[in-house]
């Protein structure tokens, strides 16, 4: 996304348009100077929030030794027809590592 910024009074165009498909006419709605002042510029990727799915703090480990399953919110967990997107906390009381069967209360945050 390029963000486009007025030379003379810093005005910044966020229209829907891309500013380059702006007529040629087009005027600072601001100080009234036409396009040709308009500075380009690379707007600054905002730094994304990590998505919940992907945070390792979001994980939880089954701590039963040979055990290890991992609990991914980003997958949820098919032997007990959770949908991905359930965080761990969001799992019900009864609900068990499906790999050893092991309780909510063996498992231990990740992150
Ligand atoms: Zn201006
Ligand atoms: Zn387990």
Redesign the pocket.
């Given at each position: 996304m390029k963000k486009h910024t007025c030379g003379v009074c810093g005005w910044e165009y966020d229209g829907p348009e891309a500013f380059d498909a702006l007529p040629d006419d087009y005027v600072c709605p601001v100080c009234g100077a036409g396009k040709e002042v308009f500075e380009a510029s690379e707007e600054a990727e905002a730094p994304a929030a990590a998505p919940v799915d992907d945070d390792p703090k979001a994980m939880y480990q089954?701590q039963?030794s040979n055990?290890?399953?991992i609990y991914r919110p980003d997958k949820g967990d098919r032997k007990s027809k959770t949908p991905a997107g359930t965080s761990f906390a969001d799992l019900p009381d009864d609900w068990h590592?499906p790999?050893?069967?092991?309780g909510k209360k063996?498992f231990k945050k990740l992150g």
């Open positions: 089954c039963v055990c290890g399953y590592c790999v050893c069967g092991a063996m």
